[in-house]
């Protein structure tokens, strides 16, 4: 039987103005219904696209109102039962009450929407979306801590949904096997401390070394409880460290300076490529490796060709492109993640294919086109601020083909929107459902210049 839909604790606590029964027409990019009332918009949170259902008013504006679900009258073909039992409290995961095969269409017509918001020309080809297992996915996550007044008085989970407030959080099946006891155990140590109040976080991981723990630390740990908490990281076979208020990493137990290791695997060749414990990496592992072999396929680099990795990380795809037998010029902002690059380069023996420099890209490139291009191919693959200023001067790194890997629909529309404007169109389109059951969307596009590209009227 379908669950049609646990509405949050917060909704027992709403007003008590009279319902509405509405038609719900889509969603909107926060995983909401989006129906009218009168020629008004009303937001529901819960409903799908394609349902009657029966909502009561939480808020109203002079353009739009906002609505909790209280009864689904008549349920989209494509609803089903969520399996976590947070949803509805936890922010987490907003659309588990839609099938993973709506959830991919949802994102995919979202992205054609924003893109056709900024009048760029259609990709000419919608590529399947990159998906994998949409449980036990995520090997990295952050774990909030509360305190309350009282001895032992804390909560340890996520926060709710637009919301300080904490979701006291057993088990999340989102996560990866191995960190699902994080959060049963990180209550063991709390307990145990007479400090924990020294805490503020914790964030886990999942390397080929281990389970590391990084716990945010708000002030020095006293003796006894560094002893106690040195004790427990060993007893569960914790790669443990704390990070200060600076952001400096002490190691608890273990190596001064570790660092970890997750594989890539291209063309049957296996990459581990390593990342200290506060460097960024892709959480989810298989879809990573699927969106970096679809990036190498696009971009089709060959041997002889120089490209650009742009805000290449520690050479996530850096290292794969290299691979085929092309060269490499990696460029990230963070100088320690460059050095790491270049170490993982030389381990896995391909230094004399890759190169990595320390530049900001968000300013002029122009000496930096002048020392390595005009370059064969460019990959990019930004945070969520996007490539404005590297889009607006590519006419200086002069590639016929680009591949924009990115994380936030709207500054890729923006930055699409430039890219045609120079000349560019997109030959290919796709999403990639990094994390199931999040309204987060990330895309990969393929840009190709052999001619003007057309913009929609």
């Keep these: 039987m379908v669950q049609i839909f646990k509405p949050s604790k917060r909704l027992k606590a709403a007003s008590s103005k009279q319902s509405l029964l509405l038609q719900v027409d889509d969603l909107n990019h926060q995983g909401e219904g989006v129906a009218r009332d009168n020629g008004r918009v009303v937001f529901v949170d819960g409903a799908l696209a394609n349902e009657r259902v029966e909502a009561r008013v939480t808020d109203s504006r002079k353009r739009f109102q906002t609505a909790k679900l209280i009864k689904v009258v008549e349920a989209s073909a494509q609803r089903v039962t969520p399996f976590c039992s947070h949803f509805g409290d936890c922010g987490g995961c907003a659309l588990q009450h839609l099938s993973a095969e709506g959830q991919r ?11 056709a918001d900024h009048h760029v020309a259609e990709p000419e080809d919608w590529h399947a979306p990159i998906s994998g297992e949409t449980q036990g996915y ?13 001895k032992n008085e804390f909560k340890v989970g996520f926060r709710q949904r637009s919301s300080k407030a904490l979701v006291e959080i057993d088990s999340c099946p989102v996560l990866a096997e191995s960190l699902q006891s994080s959060f049963k155990l ?19 991981c999942q390397s080929q070394e281990g389970t590391v723990w990084i716990l945010r630390q708000l002030d020095q740990l006293r003796n006894d409880d560094l002893t106690l908490v040195q004790q427990f990281a060993e007893q ?21 300076a570790p660092i970890y290791h997750y594989q890539l695997t291209v063309a049957e060749q296996a990459l581990d490529v390593g990342f200290a414990p506060n460097h960024f990496i892709q959480v989810n592992e298989q879809v990573n490796r699927a969106m970096v072999t679809q990036a190498v396929d696009w971009l089709a680099p060959r041997a002889g060709e120089t490209i650009a990795d742009l805000f290449s990380g520690v050479g996530n795809f850096s290292f794969a ?9 990696g460029v990230e902002g963070i100088e320690a993640m460059n050095q790491r690059a270049a170490a993982n380069a030389e381990r896995l023996e391909l230094a004399d294919r890759c190169q990595f420099e320390t530049i900001d890209l968000n300013g002029d490139l122009t000496e930096f086109a002048q020392n390595h291009g005009p370059f064969d191919g460019v990959l990019l693959d930004p945070a969520r601020a996007g490539a404005q200023a590297v889009a607006e001067q590519i006419h200086l790194l002069a590639p016929h ?27 290919k389109a796709g999403i990639i459902d990094m994390f199931p059951h999040t309204t987060h969307l990330e895309s990969m596009l393929l840009f190709r210049k052999d001619g003007k590209a057309k913009v929609r009227k």
């Design 186 to 204: 990180l209550r063991q140590l709390l307990v145990r401390l007479k400090r924990p109040k020294v805490f503020s976080h914790l964030e886990v």
């Design 105 to 115: 269409v949802v994102k995919q017509k979202r992205l054609a929407r924003v893109l």
């Design 138 to 150: 995520r090997r990295r996550a952050r774990i909030s801590i509360w305190f309350g007044k009282g």
């Design 321 to 329: 492109i290299a691979s085929v037998g092309a060269k490499v010029i």
């Design 236 to 256: 569960h076979s914790l790669q443990l460290l704390t990070e200060s208020n600076s952001g400096a990493l002490q190691t608890l137990t273990g190596e001064a």
């Design 401 to 427: 083909r680009l591949v924009y890997v990115s994380c936030d629909p709207a500054t890729l529309a923006r930055d699409t929107e430039i890219l045609c404007s120079q000349g560019y169109r997109i030959e």
